[in-house]
């Protein structure tokens, strides 16, 4: 079964989650199932999932930003995602047309497809544009759509994307698995084609339903957690990620607070190298 999700973190650890290793001692029979760890894991042990890491692929083209009219694996999104990434100042170099490849390679050789999205605007931008890959192939397609909260032990925690799920949790969400019809396959692909006609800068998922949405359209976060007082950009970032929980990722938001840099509506009180270390306030009138 080829597993497809669309983050880095959430591919890392299902990757995890399919590389079986056996540590045993010469002891006795001491054999604990673990995913390239030296301790068995803290969370609540799900098993792990049938399969090698080889069969895990990544689709993270984060295509809730930018032109969608642009082929998903075109050097326009590569650069793109690049300059996402510099926010941060952290960016491995990107295979994501490799995923591409290896992913039409397996629905050739008739492989199952299993597809782990989440309400996320990556997410379902992700899912609803490989539905209109997969329209062209006639392979078993399943899913499994991240719950809004899962209840434990009488705890209730609550999930936003599949990067906040480990590894060794993964297989607890298999009894959410269902089997993608061709006539939902159809559905979804319509939307993304109604996405990329639309074209938006940005989109967002509004009530449940992915709409393309103004650049702007998440500067009001920004707005309500940062005042005149300086603050750390990694702190202001932090709280907002914290506070308003909505799947964006925090290279979005630095993207945004540099942009209003330029603008002078956000004035850098002390500077650093690395800009998530800098300490920065408001300074409109």
């Keep these: 079964m080829i597993e497809i999700l669309f983050g880095e973190s959430e591919a890392a650890s299902m990757k995890a989650a399919k590389n079986k290793v056996v540590i045993g001692t010469v ?31 990544c689709l993270g083209f984060m295509l809730d930003v930018g032109d ?81 909260y899962i209840i434990r032990e009488n705890c209730i925690t609550v999930y936003k994307n599949w990067g906040e799920v480990s590894a060794e949790e993964f297989a607890g969400f298999l009894s959410e698995e269902k089997k993608l019809s061709r006539n939902e396959i159809r559905m979804f692909a319509n939307e ?14 509004i009530n449940g339903k992915v709409e393309g949405v103004p650049e702007d359209f998440y500067d009001f976060l920004i707005w309500k957690r940062i005042t005149r007082k300086p ?18 990722g925090d290279w979005w938001y630095a993207k945004r607070i540099e942009h209003y840099i330029r603008q002078g509506k956000i004035r850098v009180v002390e500077d650093s190298e690395n800009k998530y270390a800098r300490m920065i306030c408001d300074s409109r009138e």
């Design 27 to 57: 002891n006795g029979p001491v054999a604990v199932w673990t995913a390239g760890k030296k301790k068995p894991p803290k969370k609540p042990f799900a098993g792990w999932i049938e399969g090698t890491s080889e069969e895990v692929i």
């Design 68 to 148: 969608i009219k642009e082929p998903a694996d075109s050097s326009y999104r590569k650069e793109l995602i690049r300059s996402l990434y510099d926010q941060n100042q952290w960016y491995q170099e990107w295979y994501q047309d490799e995923e591409l490849r290896r992913l039409r390679r397996f629905l050739e050789d008739g492989e199952s497809v299993r597809i782990w999205y989440s309400d996320a605007p990556y997410s379902r931008c992700g899912f609803y544009h490989l539905c209109q890959i997969l329209r062209k192939y006639e392979n078993e397609i399943r899913v499994v759509k991240l719950p809004e």
């Design 192 to 205: 993304w084609s109604e996405l990329a006609s639309d074209n938006s800068p940005l989109r967002g998922v």
């Design 231 to 248: 603050v750390k950009q990694a702190r202001l970032i932090g709280d907002i990620l914290g506070y308003y929980r909505l799947g964006i």
